[in-house]
């Protein structure tokens, strides 16, 4: 066990920690002075944290009261659903397909809600808010969101999803472009930005997130869906503007991107994003570099198998945090039977930021 090694031994004759624990957030090791959200604040403003923030310190939290959670499977709460229950309609009434083996819904293409985009209002009805019982979805879910651990939630579809599910990929990449529906796609996205900022507003009231991830997928396996302008001209004001209302209710505001968008990192640190995860095709080490004193970064760990040694363990930590402590980087741990890395990481990291 790792509680023999001799850099845990090191750590406990300073009387930092007592025992090597499990991993689990009760676990004696996990001696927390602040709670997560305060840590995470103290990385995202670039100053030092109590111990290398992971993302899995939040709580996720998809209630069904929201149309997107069942659409896409994301229902987190009291009352979970089956993958039978998945899918259905969306917050618009577009209909959606689990896919169990993918994990993941879609919609069917070939038959797109909205037949003309220049056009779109004849298409699409925005739901009213306020119609929704949220008091009761609050009420039920009351012990759920209780507690010391923050929480996640989750807004689908963002923009250029929302836009691909109202008129299938094509026909989006093409509308992002053409001059004859460029005007059309701001009104879209000026009046999803209005939602969105008003959804949030109903998050805060009745359950009080830590955090929101904004879904909205830029880029394929091997690059961007449109070119750095394309996206600064048709995304970012209104990315913007929901990012502003996030912060102004006090939310840390997390983009949720696949693909390999390295170029358009720029963009999303100019609308005022807290920090992106993304996936390990981007080259997220040469990002945090040049990024990493003025924005945050989700970067994973090294994977071991887990019949690797503590020591192998222990030193495959040690590599990771040694490169990232002094950047604004979050440990995008996302659990394992194995919980000896993220533990390791966890001391070192308490050791080395003295708090």
């Known amino acids: 066990m790792l509680e023999n090694s001799p850099y845990v031994e090191e750590l406990q004759t300073k009387g930092s920690f007592s025992i090597f624990g499990t991993g689990a957030m009760n676990s004696p090791i996990y001696n927390y002075p602040i709670n997560a959200l305060e840590n995470l604040k103290l990385r995202l403003k670039g100053e030092k944290p109590y111990w290398m923030p992971f993302t899995s310190d939040l709580k996720m939290f998809g209630p069904r009261i929201v149309p997107d959670n069942i659409s896409r499977h994301f229902v987190f709460e009291k009352n979970m659903i089956t993958d039978e229950e998945a899918g259905g309609p969306d917050w618009f009434g577009v209909q959606w397909e689990y896919i169990p083996v993918a ?69 989006a990449a093409v509308a992002m472009i053409d001059e004859d529906e460029q005007e059309a796609v701001h009104r879209l996205f000026d009046k999803l930005a209005d939602f969105y900022c008003k959804l949030l507003e109903k998050f805060k009231k009745y359950y009080n997130p830590a955090e929101v991830q904004f879904h909205d997928d830029w880029g394929a396996q091997r690059s ?14 209104y990315l913007t503007r929901v990012v502003s209302k996030a912060h102004e209710l006090g939310i ?52 071991l198998d887990e019949s690797a040694s503590d020591e192998e363990v222990l030193a495959a930590a040690k590599e990771y945090f040694d490169k990232y402590k002094d950047l604004r980087v979050v440990c995008s741990y996302r659990g394992s039977t194995d919980t000896r890395m993220r533990d390791a990481i966890y001391l070192l990291s308490r050791e080395y930021y003295g708090k």
């Open 103 to 171: 994990g993941g819904s879609m919609v069917k293409p070939g038959n797109p809600k909205v037949k003309d985009i220049c056009e779109w209002e004849n298409y699409i009805t925005f739901p009213d808010l306020d119609a929704l019982d949220w008091e009761t979805s609050a009420k039920e879910n009351a012990e759920y969101i209780s507690g010391d651990v923050p929480i996640s939630m989750t807004i689908f579809t963002g923009f250029y999803e929302r836009l691909i599910s109202f008129i299938d990929f094509e026909d």
């Open 224 to 237: 961007p869906f449109f070119s750095v302008a394309t996206c600064d001209e048709m995304i970012i004001p």
């Open 252 to 303: 840390v505001f997390e983009m949720h991107s696949c693909g390999k968008i390295e170029p358009l990192v720029p963009l999303m640190m100019k609308a005022g994003v807290d920090f992106w995860r993304g996936q390990p095709m981007n080259d997220k080490e040469a990002l945090a570099k040049e990024f990493g004193d003025r924005f945050t970064f989700g970067i994973e760990p090294p994977t």
